[in-house]
C-alpha cells in the first residue's frame, strides 16, 4: 500500500524560507485533491493548500502570497515551497491525498520558526 513520507522540516529564522516535500511511496490513482494540513500546539489541524489534479490551488488566507504547492507527477512528490515564515508558522506539517479510492496521510514533519 502506497505511503506518503514528508521531509524538510527543522529550525529556520523568521523571514526565512523552507520546501517542504511529501514522497509518495508509489503511484496514485484518480487523485481527487493534494492538501498540506499543519497543526500549532494546541491547535486543531487545518488544511493551509489544496492543488487538484487540473493545476487549480486555494490557500488559507494567512499563507496566501507567501506559500505554494505544486506537484511532479513523475517523481510522485508534493511540495509545499513557504516563504517569509514568522513565528506563527511553527507546526506539525502534513501532507494529505485524497483519492476516489482512499485517503492517505503522511506522518507529519515539525516546522519551526524562530531566532
Known amino acids: 500500500q502506497v505511503q506518503l513520507a514528508e521531509s524538510g522540516g527543522g529550525l529556520v529564522q523568521p523571514g526565512g524560507s523552507r520546501r517542504l516535500s511529501c514522497a509518495a511511496s508509489g503511484s496514485i490513482e484518480r487523485i481527487l485533491v493534494m492538501n498540506w494540513y499543519r497543526q500549532a500546539p494546541g491547535q486543531q489541524r487545518e488544511s493551509i493548500a489544496a492543488m487538484r489534479p487540473d493545476g487549480a490551488t486555494n490557500y488559507e488566507e494567512t499563507v496566501k502570497g507567501r506559500f505554494t504547492i505544486s506537484m511532479n507527477n513523475a517523481e510522485n512528490t508534493l511540495y509545499l515551497q513557504m516563504n517569509n515564515l514568522n513565528v506563527e508558522d511553527t507546526a506539525v506539517y502534513f501532507c494529505?491525498?485524497?483519492?476516489?479510492?482512499?485517503?492517505?496521510w503522511g506522518q507529519g514533519i515539525q516546522v519551526t520558526v524562530s531566532s
Open positions: 494529505n491525498i485524497i483519492s476516489m479510492a482512499r485517503t492517505y
